[in-house]
């Protein structure tokens, strides 16, 4: 049986390489928008590349107060699925 260990990370979309600030936006109800992705897409990408490279795959990632809130997971080294 597989084993998974997990992890979590925040992004600042601040800190992203061009573009504005914000690029998803929330209402009260929780409905979101995505505003000028194209702008902060190769940054993302940078990101998702970068875990995916060191084992991790990407399970959620969720928008809050100007952070992705990113959860990940990965089989256990030395663990086979069976």
Known sequence: MARWSYK???HNLAD???GPERVIECDEKGH???HDLPEK???LEKVL???G???WELIQ???HVGELLCLWK???EGRKKS
């Open 8 to 10: 979590t990370s925040t």
């Open 16 to 18: 992203m390489p061009s």
């Open 32 to 34: 979101c928008l995505v």
């Open 41 to 43: 897409l190769g940054a």
């Open 49 to 51: 590349n970068e875990e």
């Open 53 to 55: 490279g060191k084992g």
């Open 61 to 63: 990632c969720h928008y």
């Open 74 to 76: 990965r089989e256990e």
